[in-house]
C-alpha cells in the first residue's frame, strides 16, 4: 500500500519567516494530495489541495508543490503569524483512500 | 470549504457502557465516510471506512463488534463503542469524502471512560 513520510516532526520559525514542510509517497498512481491544519483538540481543517495533474497551487500566504517523478510534495507558508501555529498533515490519496503522513509541529515564536 | 458536525464533542462514560457518536455531512452528500482514532501528538489512525447502505470495512486490528459503525443515510453516520473500557479512552475524529477528491473532517469526539 501507500507509505507517505513527512518531515519535520516539529519545526520552530520567528513569526514573520517562512516554513517549509515536505512530504514523500510510495505509489505513482496517487492523485490527489491534501494538507490539513490541526489546531489543539480539534479535527483537521483541509488548508489546500493539489491533483496530480497540477505542479503548484497557491493561496494567499500558503502554497503546495507537487513533484511527480521525484514523488514529494510540500507545504509553503509565507510571513508566518502565531495563528499559523498547529500539527500539519499531509495526505496522499488513490482510488479514494487516503494516506497520512506522522504530522509536524509547527511553532510560530512572535 | 465543507461542513462536518460531530456530536458529542465530549463525553463521559462509565465502564461496560456504550456510547454513540454522530457524524454529519451540513452541505453535501457524502456516500463514504471515515473513522479515525487520534493519541496525543500522534497521527490519526483509520479505524474503518463507513459506505451509505453497507457494512463498514474495518481496519485490520479494529474489533468490528467492539466499534459498530452504521451509515445509513448520505449525511449521517455513527459510530457505537460497545461496552466502552479505559483503554478506548480516546479522540474520535470522523470525515466524509466529497466527491471526487475532498475529504473533510468533524471537530472531533474526546472520549474518557472512568
Known amino acids: 500500500g501507500e507509505n507517505v513520510e513527512q518531515h519535520p516532526s516539529t519545526l520552530s520559525v520567528q513569526e514573520g519567516d517562512s516554513a517549509v514542510i515536505k512530504c514523500t509517497y510510495s505509489d505513482s498512481a496517487s492523485n490527489y494530495f491534501p494538507w490539513y491544519k490541526q489546531e489543539l483538540g480539534k479535527g483537521p481543517q483541509l488548508i489546500i489541495d493539489i491533483r496530480s495533474n497540477v505542479g503548484e497551487k497557491k493561496d494567499q500566504r500558503i502554497a503546495v508543490t507537487l513533484n511527480k517523478t521525484a514523488k514529494h510534495f510540500s507545504l509553503h507558508i509565507t510571513e508566518t503569524q502565531p495563528e499559523d501555529s498547529a500539527v500539519y498533515f499531509c495526505?496522499?490519496?488513490?482510488?479514494?483512500?487516503?494516506?497520512f503522513g506522522t504530522g509536524t509541529s509547527l511553532t510560530v515564536i512572535p | 470549504g465543507a461542513v462536518v458536525s460531530q456530536h458529542p464533542s465530549r463525553v463521559i462514560c462509565k465502564s461496560g457502557t456504550s456510547v454513540k457518536i454522530e457524524c454529519r455531512s451540513l452541505d453535501f452528500q457524502a456516500t463514504t465516510m471515515f473513522w479515525y482514532r487520534q493519541f496525543p501528538k500522534q497521527s490519526l489512525m483509520l479505524m474503518a471506512t463507513s459506505n451509505e447502505g453497507s457494512k463498514a470495512t474495518y481496519e485490520q486490528g479494529v474489533e468490528k463488534d467492539k466499534f459498530l459503525i452504521n451509515h445509513a443515510s448520505l449525511t449521517l453516520s455513527t459510530l457505537t463503542v460497545t461496552s466502552a473500557h479505559p483503554e478506548d479512552s480516546s479522540f474520535y475524529i470522523c470525515?466524509?469524502?466529497?466527491?471526487?477528491?475532498?475529504?473533510?473532517f468533524g471537530p472531533g469526539t474526546r472520549l474518557t471512560v472512568t
Open positions: 495526505a496522499a490519496s488513490i482510488g479514494g483512500q487516503f494516506y
Open positions: 470525515s466524509a469524502r466529497r466527491p471526487p477528491y475532498e475529504q473533510y
